[in-house]
């Protein structure tokens, strides 16, 4: 398995207090420093219009799925049909699917039957089906995705997946179940990094995306870019790659060995090894994933999403318990429940439409997805981390979310219109806030 010795050649050149400050695991909605009140993202942040510019997630979800209709996908008059035997459900599943053309899967309408439970598919098998087979497909059980560094719940290609047999079609198998889902409107019991949802979109990721990977290696590259490290660091333009025991050296760019990385070129660096890090033992994996999942279903059509709103429409926009979120809820820093800045932090909650709820459980916790035991089965980096508001900041200062810790830095503003404005406008600008 491969394995970066990226952290032990930098981590020792990191201070040992910016790693354990809690300021230094946090979302890419704010970077790093000493001092959070300073920080560079909330005074940027600080510095935009307070109106934010609201994007209508539904309106344009609702359009995605009238042209899907228009243009035919999933409406017939043929059929796609599936039978599948519930002890055999993947093996079913793969042979059927993989039997298809481009073309039948992407018109015909999808009917499923369980052996020994024929009937008519009002919707009911097939949702079951796609329920079932994204919870044994992308289970990392069986070799192909694993868990993120981050959390047990979401997950990523595995470099591993290149001693399944047959693993390129098992990933053009999942990228056509993703495609499936999609047009014929299930949900998957699946959960993915970010940079999945920027892959399937041909997007190129970049240092933040790197946080939803592997916090400890995102936090190495940031220090880098946050720190001057002139006459600190000895690092060529090279990474060092365990596969199996043996340790071998991989140049980021050709002659890399013999380039130093600098103050002048590590932003390079940096870039370069994010790519690295992102696509380390998966790219060929990635290309049929994202290839099957295009034999479905339009680019043209999906490109109109970003990554945060692919993952809603792959993860569901359900609704959200209020009750369960609130029960569920830690405070700090002197906020308890009967607070009135935490009265009207709920109230403004109450007033968020679903989307709106989904976007603040993006911003604080990094994914949109709930377990399925609800919010007090939330997880961190390290384990169980339950949704966390603190006290923190000044008034002129934006709410700040650290995505490991699943907490939200809420300043205490002296009314619920500031509150409700600043809440509203650091979670419509999550894909922008605090980035340079």
């Known amino acids: 398995m491969l394995l970066s010795l990226f952290e032990e050649e930098i981590m020792s050149y990191v201070p040992p207090h910016a790693l354990l400050h809690p300021s230094y695991c946090q979302s890419p909605r704010g970077s790093p420093v000493s001092s959070p009140q300073n920080s560079p993202g909330t005074q940027r942040a600080n510095a ?14 609702r359009n995605f799925y009238r042209k899907l209709e228009t243009k035919g996908y999933g409406q017939g008059p043929g059929k796609l049909k599936l039978i599948i035997r519930r002890d055999h459900l993947l093996e079913d599943a793969f042979n059927q699917i993989m039997g298809y053309s481009r073309k039948d899967l992407q018109r015909n309408k999808l ?29 990392p059980y069986y070799g192909l995705f694993e868990y993120s560094a981050n959390d047990t719940y979401t997950v990523q290609i595995s470099p591993m997946s290149a001693f399944v047999d047959n693993h390129h079609e098992w990933f053009r ?8 889902a999609l047009i014929h409107q299930y949900l998957l019991d699946a959960f993915f990094t970010r940079p999945f949802y920027k892959a399937l979109l041909r997007i190129l990721c970049d240092l933040s995306d790197l946080e939803y990977l592997d916090e400890e290696f995102h936090q190495s590259l940031q220090w880098m870019k946050d720190n001057d490290i002139h006459d600190i660091l ?4 090279t990474v060092n790659e365990e596969v199996f025991g043996q340790i071998t050296e991989r140049e980021l ?3 890399g060995a013999n380039i130093p990385v600098t103050e002048k070129n590590k932003k390079e660096y940096i870039e370069r090894m994010v790519k ?10 990635t290309e049929s994933l994202v290839r099957g999942f295009y034999e479905v279903v339009d680019a043209r059509l999906v490109s109109v999403f970003d990554a ?7 993860a569901g ?6 009750s369960d979120w609130r029960n569920n809820t830690e405070y700090r820093g002197g906020y308890h429940d009967n607070h009135i800045v935490i009265r009207w932090f709920w109230a403004a909650v109450e007033r968020f439409n679903n989307e709106q709820r989904l976007r603040l459980l993006q911003f604080v916790t990094g994914t949109s997805s709930i377990p399925y035991e609800g919010f007090a089965s939330l997880r961190g980096s390290n384990g169980p981390r339950r949704f966390c508001v603190e006290k923190w900041g000044k008034i002129t200062a934006l709410p700040r979310a650290h995505t490991c810790f699943n907490r939200l830095d809420l300043p205490p503003y002296p009314s619920f219109s500031m509150l409700y404005e600043k809440l509203l406008t650091a979670v419509e600008e999550t894909s922008t806030f605090g980035l340079e």
Not at 234 to 237: C, E, G, I, M
């Open 48 to 61: 935009r219009a307070p109106a934010p510019y609201k994007r209508d997630f539904e309106a344009k979800l």
């Open 111 to 139: 009917y499923v039957t369980f052996v020994g439970e024929e009937g008519l598919d009002y919707s009911g098998p097939s949702r079951e089906f796609f329920f079932l087979v994204s919870r044994e497909l992308f289970n």
């Open 173 to 180: 198998f999942s990228g056509r179940i993703l495609g499936l």
């Open 234 to 237: 000895d690092l060529t333009f």
């Open 253 to 255: 760019k050709p002659g």
């Open 276 to 285: 690295w890090r992102i696509e380390r033992g998966v790219v060929q994996q």
């Open 308 to 314: 945060r709103e692919l993952e809603l429409v792959i």
């Open 317 to 322: 926009t359900a609704e959200i318990d209020l």
